[in-house]
């Protein structure tokens, strides 16, 4: 598993400004890299949201230069992204709200511009306030944002919430931005799975080989 920095820090973290772990609030800085767009993006995400209690996540105004100075490798990282990003061409983010999917989805929005849309799942699974905090961010990010219904209650194997439960979850909502793929007008559907996820029992991501999704965190080299 990739080490984080020698801070204590992992990569999401880092590119994410917060380099006093547990403590202070936390910045996305401009992702853009030489000729990328800048975007307006201030906001914030609820305590929920967050990895532990007493942190916020504020997603800084865009327009004004980046806060963290991004370390050599943390910079070749995020122009790996966005790199991979653009060779992916016209693509879908199945996008939460959470920190992971807030870096794919404006990572995706600098890259490809219309070309990119974030999705996000509505179902009775899902608090209110998640769905109200990811319109907030894709309002705030620019990118373009479509909500879809999802009905994993209707399978029996989700709602036997036993340790695989992630894996009909995700399977719900992979095959219904499926059929959407020529609706939108996009070919490939990312996730924000980052390398760690990897070292972790996640039956999501079985659901997410199942429909050939990219994991551009992954493929970027990207840890959380």
Excluded: W
Excluded at 36 to 49: T, Y
């Amino acid at each position: 598993m990739p080490s984080p920095g020698c801070d204590g820090t992992s990569d999401i973290e880092r590119l994410c400004g917060d380099d006093t772990p547990g403590g202070r609030d936390r910045v996305l800085p401009r992702l853009h890299a030489a000729g990328g767009r800048s975007v307006g993006m201030a906001g914030e995400l609820g305590e929920r949201r967050l990895r532990s209690a007493d942190e916020r996540l504020i997603i800084e105004s865009m327009e004004t230069p980046p806060a963290p100075t991004l370390t050599a490798d943390l910079t070749a990282k995020r122009d790996r992204l966005l790199d991979v990003l653009r060779g992916l061409g016209k693509t879908a983010v199945a996008f939460s709200g959470g920190i992971d999917s807030t870096v794919v989805a404006q990572a995706a929005f600098l890259a490809l511009g219309e070309n990119a849309v974030a999705v996000t799942s509505d179902s009775p699974s899902v608090p209110r306030a998640e769905i109200e905090d990811a319109r907030r961010l894709a309002k705030q990010i620019g990118v373009r944002h479509v909500v879809v219904p999802t009905d994993e209650f209707a399978d029996p194997d989700y709602v036997r919430n036993d340790g695989a439960r992630c894996y009909f979850c995700k399977t719900e909502l992979y095959s219904r931005i499926e059929t959407l793929l020529p609706g939108l007008g996009v070919d490939v559907i990312c996730s924000g799975a980052n390398l760690d996820d990897r070292g972790d029992y996640r039956p999501g991501l079985k659901a997410a080989a199942e429909h050939a999704v990219r994991h551009p965190l992954q493929e970027a080299g990207f840890t959380k």
